[in-house]
């Protein structure tokens, strides 16, 4: 049964880290780069990378201090064909991804419209190379510490009120609003990830495969990202009318 320090850890990284991150720092982050300030997104992911990995050690702390185990929080290696499909997913998912990215660079029309709708993610997207070398261990750490809080750490502590299912779907509405500070697109997308981690978390039965996907959508999301934004432009004709 999770003690009072569970629910203090759960309250911090599900309650108290969102709200400041909706109405301080992601707007003041924004503000940042807007005003062109040239470290704002290189300082941004130096902070969330901090920021995650205390609040990931202090949940593991807790889990130590109450003389729980891993398993708890499905911190395990999953057997049998479990194991298969949570090797086979991520893997599919980088190859679907290779293939995908390979037909976009070779098409000008769609990198240039995609360029342009990447307007939005200004302040979230890596553009110059230093930046892109600190995403990269951003996309890892939000891959690791993300699955562990919400889908291994949080479901347990609500589980043993409400149970597995019912806490699994919780956490997928409360990851989807802990992104809420990025827009209504965002957050919808974040719980539509949170929704597909967290079945895989289920039939699973370990973060462990979640974790690995995770950090390959955020990866490859950076590594396209910078790719497009750091294309050579290129003038494409309209399309000729029928």
């Known amino acids: 049964m999770p003690g009072p320090l569970d629910v203090a850890v759960v309250l911090l990284f599900a309650v108290a880290w969102p709200l400041l991150e909706h109405f301080y720092t992601w707007p003041h982050h924004v503000r940042a780069v807007d005003a062109g300030v040239p470290t704002a ?30 398993a708890d929080v499905w911190l395990v290696v999953p057997d049998g064909w479990r194991l298969w499909l949570g090797a086979v997913l991520p893997v599919a998912y980088v190859v679907v991804v290779w293939v995908q990215a390979r037909a976009l660079f070779d098409s000008p029309r769609s990198l240039a419209k995609l360029r342009a709708s990447l307007t939005p993610l200004r302040a979230l997207i890596p553009h110059t190379r230093e930046e892109y070398a600190w995403f990269r261990p951003l996309a890892v750490t939000a891959g690791i510490c993300e699955e562990f809080l919400f889908r291994g750490y949080l479901v347990w502590v609500l589980a043993a009120w409400i149970g597995v299912w019912a806490a699994a779907g919780v956490s997928m509405v409360i990851f989807g609003l802990a992104h809420s500070y990025q827009g209504r697109t965002f957050a919808v997308r974040a719980l539509l990830a949170g929704i597909g981690m967290g079945l895989l978390a289920l039939a699973t039965g370990s973060v462990l495969p979640g974790m690995a996907l995770h950090a390959g959508i955020d990866l490859a999301g950076g590594w396209i990202t910078h790719r497009v934004l750091n294309a050579p432009e290129v003038v494409v004709e309209p399309a000729a009318s029928e």
């Open 41 to 70: 997104r290189t300082r941004a992911y130096q902070r969330t990378i901090l920021e995650q990995w205390t609040l990931t050690t202090l949940a593991a702390a807790a889990l130590w201090f109450g003389g729980r185990s891993l």
